[in-house]
């Protein structure tokens, strides 16, 4: 079964998810997305990737990577495959490659002409003129140009067949275009009826509806009732065409934050917009004092979020919508105003697209808290597991984690992370850099990583119920003597349980085996145990940010300079050699006598310089 190969609860996150339309995005042990899809009912799809018999390869691959998966809600499945492509763009995850096409969504276009035209477009925005949309679907824009042209006589043809024209055209016949081509109405009037179009298409629809419904009526009372009925059909059409897409609409630059506030729990869930489109989401858990409205919760929100913030990395959006107002918005307007040296806008009454951005960011802030509700809940119960297995009088509260990390015993670094019952506490995570040890030594950097962490703690405040170590005996053992001087040195009467998680046959998650401190007792968990994937989420978190450290060391020191490392050449003289030689590889060439040119290399120096290069 794939779920025996993830370390993710599915059961427990399945049973918190949304029954709506809406995107998922899967994460892989290092957080990075490995695949985005869109679901008519999230729940139900999710749980198919679960199932005993998954079908494809691909999929038990996909579904043994997944650490983690977050979902955002949608109105409908249009927005969701909308918000679907916006996320594929942006993250490119390994497993949608087969999925993504070059396809774009279709806009209407009416064209900065003479005599505008009114059409689809698809690609780049190229022709002068002005969008609206884009559209789920070809056959939604169609339906609205059959429409517009029953409501605004604005030419469609192409304009080939418009400069052509020497007589009407049959759509003029049949009242669907006023016959600009060949002036059968005057500039004026026909771009009167350009900007009729262009208000319909921005929302504001609600004089012509009221026409259309006025006609109905008259045509009923008139007992014309065929009339009558292709009026009802005009307005259920009208309605269909003119449900705005609110994962890509026509607002440029805006968050909109939504609060849901569950007792003295609160989320905020932020959606960020920029450029017509969605770009991301997050929510935030902020702690909250009992009582607590939802104005203050704006307030602190905004202030905490944008204000003093660096603009490059948190840059404040044209207008931010909220759902009510606060006591000091309209100070806290001026100051984000002039942070952003610019006029920003706080909207709180707002209708038609920002509305239903708005309902989408609350139902989006009710769901996280309900999914980090139901997570902390497993957490729990993942603790309780564990905790039967070793029997602590004082139960399991806090559990810390150590992995070491280097290349062929270069840029180590050892890894300190730290769970409690509501899961990863990221705050107190450490790395340390292991030095002033035999390159490649892992006992020796579990035991620096161990005195670093431990060495000079006196108490038992905020120390671990469990260590885990992540290695067999050798380590364990390790751990073991550190410990045992440590009680020695400290006169604590109590030490941390110890325990060895080493890796299966073949490093196969499912197969690790715990390794007791004292009597190197093994114990071995079904691969279904609640407790082995306690210690499994653990283990790889633990590996992951001790890899992520290793790597970014080991980045830093490739692009060190190879002068860098040679004694008596500071930065000055460094940039002297690069700067009168021409670059490090014109440097390393150099004899001595072209060394000795350069302003400030002495003779002596321009010799330590050539043997350090050349390893003489």
């Not at 918005?329 to 942070?339: F, G, P, V």
């Amino acid at each position: 079964m794939p779920t025996s190969q993830s370390l993710f609860d599915h059961q427990a996150f399945l049973s918190s998810v949304s029954e709506q339309a809406g995107v998922y995005r899967m994460y892989d042990k290092h957080q990075t997305v490995i695949y985005v899809g869109k679901a008519k009912q999230l729940r139900k799809r999710l749980a198919s990737y679960f199932r005993k018999d998954v079908g494809s390869t691909k999929t038990k691959v996909l579904v043994s990577h997944i650490m983690a998966i977050d979902v955002t809600v949608t109105h409908t499945e249009g927005e969701a495959l909308i918000l679907e492509n916006n996320y594929i763009k942006k993250y490119l995850p390994k497993y949608n490659i087969l999925l993504r096409d070059d396809k774009s969504y279709p806009y209407l276009l009416i064209t900065d002409h003479k005599h505008p035209k009114l059409g689809v477009h698809r690609g780049g925005k190229k022709v002068k003129g002005e969008y609206f949309g884009p559209y789920p679907t070809v056959g939604a824009v169609w339906e609205s140009l059959r429409l517009m042209q029953k409501l605004f006589p604005v030419r469609q043809c192409e304009d080939s067949y418009y400069r052509a024209r020497s007589r009407p055209c049959l759509q003029y016949q049949l009242n669907r275009c006023s016959a600009p081509c060949v002036d059968k109405i005057s500039a004026v009037d026909y771009q009167q009826q350009v900007d009729l179009a262009k208000l319909f298409l921005r929302g504001k629809s609600s004089t012509v509806i009221d026409s259309l419904v006025i006609e109905m009526e008259q045509a009923s009372q008139s007992l014309n009732f065929e009339a009558a009925a292709k009026y009802r059909d005009q307005i259920a059409t009208l309605r269909q065409v003119q449900k705005q897409q609110f994962v890509s609409g026509i607002v440029a630059e805006l968050d909109v934050i939504g609060i849901y506030i569950e007792k003295s729990q609160v989320c905020v869930h932020v959606l960020f917009i920029r450029d017509q489109k969605i770009l991301g989401s997050k929510s935030y858990f902020p702690s909250i004092p009992g009582d607590t409205d939802q104005a203050e919760v704006y307030q602190a929100f905004i202030s905490q979020h944008y204000l003093g913030q660096d603009l490059k990395s948190a840059a404040i959006p044209k207008e931010i919508v909220i759902s009510e107002s606060f006591e000091h918005i309209e100070e806290l307007t001026k100051l984000l105003s002039e942070q952003a040296e610019r006029n920003v806008k706080i909207s709180t009454s707002v209708r038609s697209e920002r509305a239903q951005y708005l309902k989408l960011a609350c139902t989006n802030a009710k769901n996280a808290l309900v999914t980090k509700n139901s997570h902390k809940a497993s957490m729990q119960a993942r603790f309780s597991a564990l905790n039967e297995v070793f029997e602590l009088d004082q139960g399991i509260n806090r559990i810390e984690c150590f992995d070491i990390s280097h290349t062929m015993g270069q840029q180590t670094v050892a890894s300190n992370v730290v769970f409690n019952q509501e899961g990863p506490l990221k705050s107190d995570y450490r790395r340390y850099n292991v030095y002033g040890i035999t390159p490649g030594d892992d006992y020796a950097a579990m035991a620096f990583a161990l005195n670093k962490r431990y060495g000079k703690v006196t108490s038992m405040e905020n120390m671990p119920d469990i260590v885990f170590i992540d290695g067999g005996k050798g380590q364990l053992s390790k751990a073991e003597a550190f410990f045992a001087q440590w009680q020695a040195d400290t006169a604590l009467e109590k030490i941390p349980l110890l325990v060895g998680v080493a890796k299966g046959e073949g490093r196969k998650p499912g197969l690790e085996t715990l390794i007791l401190a004292g009597s190197h007792q093994l114990i071995s968990l079904p691969s279904t145990s609640p407790a082995l994937h306690l210690v499994q989420h653990i283990r790889d978190e633990s590996h992951r940010f001790a890899i992520t450290g290793h790597r970014a060391k080991r980045q830093k020191a490739s692009k060190k300079s190879t002068l860098e490392s040679i004694e008596g050449i500071g930065a000055k003289k460094r940039q002297a050699l690069l700067k009168y030689l021409g670059g490090l590889q014109e440097v390393m060439q150099a004899d001595r006598t072209t060394l000795e040119k350069v302003p400030g290399i002495s003779t002596v120096l321009a010799d330590t310089i050539y043997n350090a290069l050349h390893d003489k």
